[in-house]
């Protein structure tokens, strides 16, 4: 069994930055792909990025590339999404979620978050 809680979310203005943070307890950690999800009211939740256990690897949407980065502290048994440029079609709520093979953009994760809502207004 896995426990991830969100903090970090909140209202900025559009050309903002927020940084998400996922806390993580329970089963193993470190060996464990983290992602991270988002979903607007009235669309369905969409993979946003994601990361392998060693770290090494990251994966994006095409709509966050270049101004979101995913990151993992495996000591505080952490992820983070740092989100810069922000635009107010970012507004959704966000989820963590994890799972013991690699990183997919479906999905089919073991473990979720409760979900931290971010708001961007313009």
């Known amino acids: 069994q896995v426990q991830l809680v969100e903090s970090g979310g909140g209202l900025v203005q559009a050309g903002g930055s927020l940084r998400l943070s996922c806390a993580a307890s329970?089963?193993?950690?470190?060996?464990?792909?983290m992602g991270w999800f988002r979903q607007a009211p009235g669309k369905e939740r969409e993979f946003v990025a994601g990361i392998r256990w060693s770290g090494t690897s990251t994966y994006y949407a095409d709509s966050v590339k270049g101004r979101f980065t995913i990151s993992r502290d495996n000591a505080k048994n952490t992820v983070y999404l740092q989100m810069s440029s922000l635009k107010p079609e970012d507004t959704a709520v966000y989820y963590c979620?994890?799972?013991?093979?690699?990183?997919?953009?479906?999905?089919?994760?073991?473990?979720w978050g409760q979900g931290t809502q971010v708001t961007v207004s313009s």
């Open positions: 979620a994890t799972r013991i093979l690699g990183v997919v953009v479906t999905d089919d994760y073991d473990y």
């Open positions: 329970g089963r193993t950690f470190n060996s464990h792909a």
